[in-house]
């Protein structure tokens, strides 16, 4: 009888694991879907560009910060 309850035990545990490994597996496709898969369709219903791809007759990538040229108050609200 105390052989049954161990395996009973070991059975459950087993069963508890591998059901948390699909409901978790689920949950983050769900979160990557939302988080992601939103972003990517707004941002394409909005032609929003988070990336400069294509500079026009640029040598670098690299933008000019012009710190010198902002006001201090601009400086204080950034996004």
Do not use: A, H
């Amino acid at each position: 009888m105390n052989k049954f309850f161990s395996e009973f035990k070991d059975g459950m545990k087993n069963f508890g694991t591998t059901i948390s490994i699909i409901v978790n597996s689920i949950l983050l496709f769900l979160v990557y879907l939302i988080g992601v898969g939103l972003t990517f369709l707004l941002s394409k219903i909005f032609r929003k560009k988070f990336l400069d791809t294509k500079p026009e007759n640029v040598k670098s990538y690299w933008k000019e910060l012009n710190l010198k040229n902002q006001k201090k108050e601009e400086c204080y609200r950034q996004f």
